[in-house]
């Protein structure tokens, strides 16, 4: 499991590969909203829905997530 985050109004962020290589994939309420190669092009769109990297939490692993894979 990659790196994940969530934020207000249904936003999750995860880091991905695709291709071969690292991407963000960004989606609200679990409609892709797209995937982004850096951190600023996703500052972009999280700028125009009203957000910023800050309103992002990141999910970590719990200990059941961890034995499970």
Known sequence: M????????????????LDGRSILRARQ???LRGYY??????EVV???AG????DLVEVLP????????
């Open 62 to 69: 719990t200990a059941a997530r961890r034995s499970s894979h």
């Open 29 to 31: 309420h679990g409609v």
């Open 51 to 54: 957000l910023t990297m800050a």
């Open 46 to 48: 999280l700028a125009a």
């Open 2 to 17: 990659g790196r994940r985050w969530v934020g207000p109004r249904g936003w999750d962020v995860e880091l991905i590969r």
């Open 37 to 42: 190669a850096t951190i600023a092009e996703l």
